[in-house]
Structure formats: C-alpha cells, structure tokens
C-alpha cells in the first residue's frame, strides 16, 4: 500500500439479529381487539410475548430500557408482517408467539411458544435475552 494509504480490518463479528413475533396480525382493528381481550380475558390471551412486553396501556418501561440500552439488533413482527417477510416453503413453521436469532439468512429458535409461557415477567425475559447476548460477546 501507498505509505497515505491504511489498511485496517475489524475482527468483531456481527452480532446476532433478534427476530420478535408477536402471536397477533398488524393493523388498527386487530390492536383494538387484542387490547379488549388483553383487558377482559388475560388468561385467554394468546400472545404471552405481547405479554411481557407490554402493559395495559403501553411498552412496559424496563422493556423499553433494555431495548435503548442493548447493543443487539432487534426487529418486532406481528404474525402476518412475518409470514411475508420470511416465506418460504423451504422455512420450518414456527408456533407463535416466538423469539428468533437470525444470522446470516438463517433462523433459528431462541425462545419457543413453549419457553415463553414459562417466563413469569418482564425482568426475567430481560435477564435470559442478557444471557444470551452475553454468550455472544
């Protein structure tokens, strides 16, 4: 290289993409009734990351500092936002609500339907997201 020419490259990864999907399709109508299902039947709410995530009322303030403060790429779907992004008759189907990590093309999952149910609140989604991104460091 020209002495007025550097050459410098980074060895840092990229970090993982966290994919957020929310077990409930987009648009104003269908927020209105899953807000009234949320307020009159919570037990019957099928969208435990809807959940955590958010309250009543709104994003849930620990959430909402978790996701300025993190370093990590997130993206939040709804169910019917995904399923056109991501069709693919060659893609596994997943049970919704889900957590995804998508690195390089691929998805894979972080948190099942399953592994959601089982977290109690916001704080304890926040701490097993951290760990994940702490092995990812």
């Not at 290289?1 to 987009?26: G, Q, R």
């Not at 995530?53 to 370093?71: L, Q, V």
């Not at 998508?102 to 926040?126: F, G, M, R, T």
Request: net charge positive.
């Amino acid at each position: 290289l020209p002495k007025n020419l550097s050459c410098t490259m980074t060895s840092k990864a990229v970090k993982p993409k966290l994919i957020f999907v929310y077990n409930a399709d987009s648009g104003f109508k269908n927020l209105m009734i899953d807000a009234a299902h949320k307020i009159f039947s919570p037990k019957t709410y099928p969208c435990k990351l809807c959940d955590l995530i958010y309250g009543k009322f709104g994003e849930r303030k620990a959430w909402k500092r978790f996701r300025n403060e993190t370093e990590a790429q997130m993206k939040f779907l709804h169910a019917d936002e995904f399923k056109a992004l991501y069709k693919s008759k060659f893609r596994p189907s997943f049970d919704l609500p889900v957590i995804l990590i998508e690195e390089q093309y691929e998805l894979e999952v972080l948190l099942s339907a399953k592994s959601l149910e089982e977290i109690n609140d916001v704080d304890q989604l926040i701490s097993t997201l951290r760990d994940f991104l702490n092995k990812e460091d």
